[in-house]
């Protein structure tokens, strides 16, 4: 099996299992205890939440959360006021935005250009001084765009609004703006482990609670943390941060190479989606019109590639990040994403994508 779907997650690092073994087997102390094993947990908690601060901004506190649905779900309704978002964003967003809105609160759904990026005029005469909070991805999960977020900082802290940057697809790997006043960011998408996401709080900003409980987390999050799992995160953070610039050369590699090998934007069809510029490369969004994606991926079962974001999957509508860019429906559908990274080797990559073009091209004849 070749695995190219690195959006949807990540190969588990051997150093972030390592980190988490010993509170698998034998360490079982809750960390909110406070006797001598229970401390000993928490000092691995800490650990870990020192490390994955490290990639975010200064001046902030991370509280852990289970994932990144619950941190945007935290930063969205626990605070006030109009919202600005953008039409690409996650779905973990825009439904939590729309729910927001269904009970009262203003919202403003931003268009995109059709490379994928907030036209920052628009988004200028859309953030006024009665917005509350401004959303936006820092990479779009399904087309890899990078969004100018520390532009739209600058907006938001212009008219007093809090900005809130979902950095899923980009923590550990680029920058996260100093601007950004509230971060979340996943585990299992940096090579940690599944079930752990973090919430990034710039001092001073404190969201209503989204879970209430004990209080375990200092800025109102309740739930007994999971040391395994924070410690998990914390060794993929360090990772992330130690391989970073070798890990992003190594996906340029691949994406000029991925390029190269299906010509893409040339005679063979295939088309790119979103800048292809302004993008993190280890992410590759290609559409051939008429391409049965259904049937190439049954084609290709040995290949693990994707039709959009795993979120989703089987919903059976084309994917919304592809119709805001202006692509038709049967466009959308006739996209597929290929996602790679550090555990990719440039030969299984050109001979996947030699099968997947191969595979397509049949398709193509057969019409």
Known sequence: MTYLDYQATTPLAPQALAAMLPWLEAQHANP??????????????EVGR?????????????????????????????????IVTLATEHAAVLDTVAAE????????????????????????????PETGLVAAMLVNNEIGVIQ?????????????????????????RIDVPDGC???????????????????????????????????QEA????????????????????????????????????????????????KGGWQLNGSPTDRYPGNLNLRLDGLDVARLMSECRDIAFSAGSACASGSGRPSHVLRAIGLTDAQARSSIRIGFGRDTTRDALLAALDRIDRAARTQRMAA
Not at 105 to 120: E, I, S
Not at 184 to 213: F, Y
Request: charged share 15%; aromatic share 4%.
């Open 148 to 172: 100018p977020v520390a532009a739209l900082a600058e907006l938001a802290h212009r008219a007093g609004a809090l900005m809130l940057c979902d950095a899923v697809q980009g923590y550990g």
């Open 50 to 82: 020192e490390s994955i601060a490290a990639l975010m901004p200064p001046g902030g506190t991370v509280a852990f959360t289970s994932g990144a649905t619950e941190a945007l779900n935290w930063a969205i309704k626990g605070t006030q006021g109009p």
């Open 32 to 45: 909110h205890s406070a006797h001598a094993p229970g401390r000993a947990a928490r000092a691995a908690v």
């Open 181 to 215: 006043d509230m971060v979340a960011a996943s585990a299992h998408k940096l090579h940690g482990p599944k079930g752990i996401g973090a919430l990034w709080l710039r001092d001073g900003v404190m969201p209503a609670p989204l879970l209430h409980g004990g209080g």
């Open 219 to 266: 800025p109102g999050r309740s739930g007994t943390l999971s040391p395994a799992l924070c410690a998990g995160f914390g060794a993929a953070a360090r990772l992330a941060a130690a391989s970073r610039a070798g890990d992003m050369a190594h996906v340029a590699t691949l994406f000029y190479a991925a390029c190269d090998a299906l010509e893409v934007g040339g």
């Open 101 to 128: 809105a269904r009970m009262g609160r203003d919202l403003t759904v931003l268009p995109v250009k059709p490379d994928g990026l907030v036209d920052l005029h628009v988004a200028e005469r859309a953030i006024v």
